[in-house]
Nanobody
Framework: VQLQASGGGLVQAGGSLRLSCAASGRTFSNYAISWFRQAPGKQRELVATITSDGSTNYADSAKGRFTISRDNAKNTVYLQINSLKPEDTAVYYC????????????????????WGQGTQVTVSS
């Protein structure tokens, strides 16, 4: 599976973005997909996860403004971000892995099998 993240950009605070994670490979629907983000000088942070059957969970910092969804027919996972804040500025990455495996150790990044290249989100105040 190869992942391609896109949709980032420069946006004013209060605006919205929809990030996309497009996957190649016919086994995409079997994987759980997570979005992570990494701000300069900070560790990579889990944002949201969606399982193969569409169940979702969010980091506390993402609840209320972030929505993860997937379209298996298009091999794509989306991350809708509303009411953007300057602290949302980061490189956003998508990653794919077996849900049983990633959930067993609190979604640690090293448990994921595939990563996209990241897309930059910059929020100006």
């Amino acid at each position: 599976v190869q992942l391609q993240a896109s949709g980032g950009g420069l946006v004013q605070a209060g605006g919205s973005l929809r990030l996309s994670c497009a996957a190649s490979g016919r086994t995409f629907s079997n994987y759980a997909i997570s979005w992570f983000r990494q701000a300069p000088g900070k560790q990579r942070e889990l944002v949201a996860t969606i399982t193969s059957d569409g169940s979702t969970n969010y980091a506390d910092s993402a609840k209320g403004r972030f929505t993860i969804s997937r379209d298996n027919a298009k091999n794509t996972v989306y991350l809708q971000i509303n009411s953007l804040k300057p602290e949302d500025t980061a490189v956003y990455y998508c990653a794919a892995g077996s849900f049983a495996r990633i959930a067993s150790m609190n979604f640690a990044p090293h448990l994921y099998d595939y990563w996209g290249q990241g897309t930059q989100v910059t929020v100006s105040s």
